[in-house]
Nanobody, 117 residues
Framework: QVHLVESGGGLVQPGGSLRLSCTASGFTLSRYAVRWHRQAPGKERELVAGVSSFGGVTTYADVVKGRFTISRDDAKNTVYLQLRRLEPEDTAVYLC??????????WGQGTQVTVSS
């Protein structure tokens, strides 16, 4: 059975850091492009970062460039999103999406990140 599970969210003060994990089971994540999205209350879902299959190319939204880093550990079937210098505007549910071709498109349930003093 296919699963994609995010973890690592929590409450952090402005300027703090978190590392989010997206772990796959039932399929080989290295063959998939993986994207992190986020959705804040009352706002549209926003693409934050992406990494190509086998990790060759990474992309970032301008609002997180220089603060967030996406990486993958294929041995652990996991993609990470390192969040640094967090701001209250980064508060959202962060969701992981794995895509392979036009048919295989999996989403996790999300992990909450709250940035507040």
């Amino acid at each position: 059975q296919v699963h994609l599970v995010e973890s690592g969210g929590g409450l952090v003060q402005p300027g703090g850091s978190l590392r989010l994990s997206c772990t796959a089971s039932g399929f080989t994540l290295s063959r998939y492009a993986v994207r992190w999205h986020r959705q804040a209350p009352g706002k549209e879902r926003e693409l934050v970062a992406g990494v190509s299959s086998f990790g060759g190319v990474t992309t970032y939204a301008d609002v997180v460039k220089g603060r967030f880093t996406i990486s993958r550990d294929d041995a652990k079937n996991t993609v990470y999103l390192q969040l640094r210098r967090l701001e209250p505007e980064d508060t959202a549910v962060y969701l992981c999406n794995a895509v392979f071709g036009s048919v295989n498109d999996y989403w996790g349930q999300g992990t909450q990140v709250t940035v507040s003093s």
